[in-house]
């Protein structure tokens, strides 16, 4: 855990995406905001450095504060959120649902050969059925 938010700590473009995708945005929505394409979002979102001046324009963009992005941590939007909206009535569950679920590649990847594998099977039983 520790590497991965060492990771995220250093890799700018990883947190304008974790901000970018916990406000529900795409990257054209982003992309619209700044004025550039979704391509050019995602070619930000890979990037480890990212100058400050560049940083500024996409915290504004994101509608958050140009040191939040910078020293943007998903442990810090839980905590805040915890304490801040402690005693509303509101949780993080959402919040924390919403981080956990981000970007998955092996899951998508895997549900998409499970969903091939169900067509398959079924494709395999109909042109059994239809030889008999």
Known sequence: ???ITNTLSLHKGRKIERIRKLRGWTQTTLGEKLNITKQAVSKLEQSV???DE???DI???LEVTFDGLK???EEN????TNNFYENCGVNATNISAN???VHNPLK???EMFERQLQAARIELIDALKNKK
């Open 99 to 101: 981080i956990e679920n």
């Open 71 to 73: 020293n943007f941590s």
């Open 1 to 3: 855990m520790e590497t």
């Open 108 to 110: 998508e990847m895997i």
């Open 49 to 51: 450095n990212i100058s």
């Open 77 to 80: 939007v839980l905590y805040n």
């Open 59 to 61: 915290a504004e963009a």
């Open 54 to 56: 560049k940083l500024k």
